[in-house]
């Protein structure tokens, strides 16, 4: 599939065996579409038409949800986060700690003072 979406990196991305189109105005859309459905055609490769979503505004993309120049989690991942066990062991503290802090990006002061991307604020054991 990198082989097929080779030289779309402006407006395409690829994970595996999936694919997004994105652009910045209607008219590039359908032209960005028009031309990854002709490079799959060409590379004889078929698209399953119960997996696509076409001309969304946002769209659930590995676990995200993007559109309109945005970049959010999607529920189901903010819900694990919420829902984890409450630790007990130091071991389960970092992996919570490790869970929580990709979210750092999206959620301002998440760790209040104590963020596990400032190293400086842990104490050495």
Known sequence: MSQVLENCEDFAVQYLDDFAIYSNSWDDHLKHTDEVLK??????????????????????????????????????????????????TKTQVRGFLGSAGYYEQYVKKIFGNYSPSNKSSEKKN
Do not use: W
């Open 39 to 88: 490079r799959v055609n060409d590379s004889n490769l078929t698209i399953k038409p119960s997996k696509c979503k076409l001309s969304q505004n946002h769209t659930k993309y590995l676990g995200h949800i993007e559109g309109s120049g945005s970049r959010t989690p999607a529920e189901v991942k903010i819900e694990a986060v919420l829902d984890f066990p409450m630790p007990t």
